[in-house]
């Protein structure tokens, strides 16, 4: 009976699901609101089609902000309650792991997997983010499980529909899933005869996506001449230590990553050696994963987008690919388990649970205790605050005047929408020291250098106040600096 009820598909399911959503729960509160989270919860606030039109000229889709306008709109806009949405995401995304492992491998390998996710500070950080990558996480891992079924002919005739509907929304909550849809079309080139898949069904899929995107093949395709021809904000890849980085933010510490590359590449030669395959579902695998990681970090030495929270789809195909080569070159029992829960401790030994400590890139700024900073500051009167960048205003604003972030102002520059509104509070943001405004009648003026110097290089704002005013102290808050001026007239 006990054995029954420890094999249970289920009682296993139900097990993971709440072992993932209490780590995640456990610290959800300690990071600020911030970045592009504020940006995605600003914009969020317009109807349906304000949204649509305000983000048709940028690098984001739609879904998101229309699924968090519809989350905060009935449940509010506390930090917890925005954050809970791409937790939730971000926990289902377990059941289709589960599936996919269980299905067409074995429930070790699906046990193990889930593990690996489950204890991944990437993906808590992830869970952290009211921004759609949960959200992608879950829908790719969903068409994932939808392209295993079709490639097997497992499942109903509609798995034709469900793939094309799991895509199109991917698409619309991310243009760089798109390699979800490569890796797909890449497969069914590879493996249609070999498997004895009829193309005529997946041709229509082909054909109903690229119907669904009509709309936004302007905005990606004028995306993409601006990238080409201006590159990104991403700096340019320049040497394999990217790459080693990339798996290191993946896999939480050095020693996993090393574990996990031997045993990949073990494995891979055993197939070499072998001249067979006797499982294609280990080859749809390892393309999940690897074929976007490797072709983005090689494209991305002449037009960067290798950023960990881009690739976050590729992450389950990550640990099944890991564990699946683990799998296929420990044949016995006895030490294929000892390895694999080796592998799971080593996880799970290094995991972080408050990602409020994690570096990863969107890593977000104590937002909430810089705001109470300011607002002690400006209750001295003449006091000025200026910082540098400009778009940390969207952050400053939620803590310091709720009310004003969700007035729903009229935009005409997303970068400086409450720039005339912090400037009657005595506050200035800036991207170059040409761009200060310093209100009338001002005696002191503080300045916060948010990591100025990485995001507006030569912005000169330093030593314009060094020149012009006379300086008086400096302090850290939050790991930036915060210096004092006196203005003498």
């Known amino acids: 009976m006990r054995k029954n009820i420890f094999y249970n598909k289920y009682l296993q399911i139900l097990f993971l699901l709440v072992l ?3 780590l995640r729960f456990w610290h959800i509160n300690k990071t600020s609101i911030g970045g592009d989270e504020c940006f995605s919860l600003f914009i969020s606030q317009y109807n349906l089609s304000e949204i649509i039109n305000i983000l048709s000229t940028g690098d984001n889709p739609p879904l998101w902000e229309i699924l968090l306008h519809y989350w905060s709109h009935f449940f509010g806009n506390t930090e917890l309650v925005i954050r809970i949405l791409p937790l939730l995401f971000n926990v289902l995304t377990i059941i289709p792991i589960y599936i996919i492992g269980k299905k067409y491998f074995n429930t070790r ?53 469900l793939l094309t509907f799991l ?29 004895n898949v009829k193309p005529l069904s997946y041709l229509v899929h082909i054909v109903l996506v690229f119907i669904a995107l009509i709309p936004f093949i302007p905005v990606v395709y004028s995306r993409f001449l601006d990238s080409g021809i201006h590159g990104t904000w991403i700096p340019e890849v320049t040497g394999f230590d990217s790459l080693y980085f990339m798996l290191w933010g993946y896999l939480n510490k050095p020693i996993v990553v090393i574990f996990s590359i031997v045993f990949v590449i073990i494995a891979t030669v ?51 690919s890991i564990t699946l080569a683990l799998d ?40 909430k205790l810089v705001a109470n900073v300011f607002s002690q500051l400006l209750k001295e009167e003449h ?44 506050i200035c943001l800036a991207n170059h020291y040409s ?19 990485f995001h507006c290089e030569n912005n000169k704002i330093s030593s314009f106040l060094n020149n012009k005013f006379e300086w008086k102290s400096s302090k850290i808050i939050d790991g930036k600096s915060l210096t004092f001026y006196k203005v003498n007239h």
Not at 286 to 302: A, Q
Request: proline share 2%; hydrophobic share 50%.
């Open 109 to 161: 390998v699906s046990i193990i997997v889930c593990l690996l996710f489950i204890f991944s500070s990437f993906s808590l950080f992830m869970a952290h983010e009211a921004r759609g990558y949960s959200l992608v996480g879950l829908l790719s891992s969903l068409s994932m499980l939808t392209f295993f079924n079709f490639m097997n002919k497992q499942g109903k005739n509609t798995r034709v529909i």
């Open 328 to 367: 296929y070159v420990i044949s016995n029992r006895k030490w294929n388990v000892i390895f694999s829960i080796l592998l799971v401790v080593l996880m799970a030994s290094s995991f972080k649970i408050d990602s409020s400590k994690m570096g990863y890139s969107g890593h977000h700024a104590n937002t």
């Open 435 to 453: 761009d200060l405004q310093i209100n009338k009648g001002i005696n002191s003026i503080v300045y916060f250098d948010n990591n100025c110097d």
């Open 270 to 320: 055993k197939v070499i050696m072998s001249k067979k395959v006797t499982n294609y579902n280990y080859l749809v695998i390892h393309l999940w994963c690897w074929l976007p990681l490797i072709l983005s970090f090689l494209l991305s030495f002449k037009v960067s987008f290798f950023l960990d929270r881009y690739l976050y789809f590729i992450l389950p195909g990550l640990y099944f």
């Open 383 to 426: 006091t000025m605050i200026l910082s540098c960048p400009n778009w940390y205003e969207k952050e400053v604003m939620y803590y310091l005047d709720k009310e004003m972030f969700c007035s729903k102002p009229k935009i005409s520059d997303l970068n400086n929408v409450f720039q005339k509104q912090l400037l009657k509070k005595n």
């Open 167 to 195: 895509n199109v929304l991917l698409l619309y909550t991310h243009y760089l899933s798109a390699w979800i849809m490569v890796v797909q079309c890449i497969t069914f080139v590879l493996l249609n005869k070999k498997m």
């Open 20 to 22: 993932a959503f209490f």
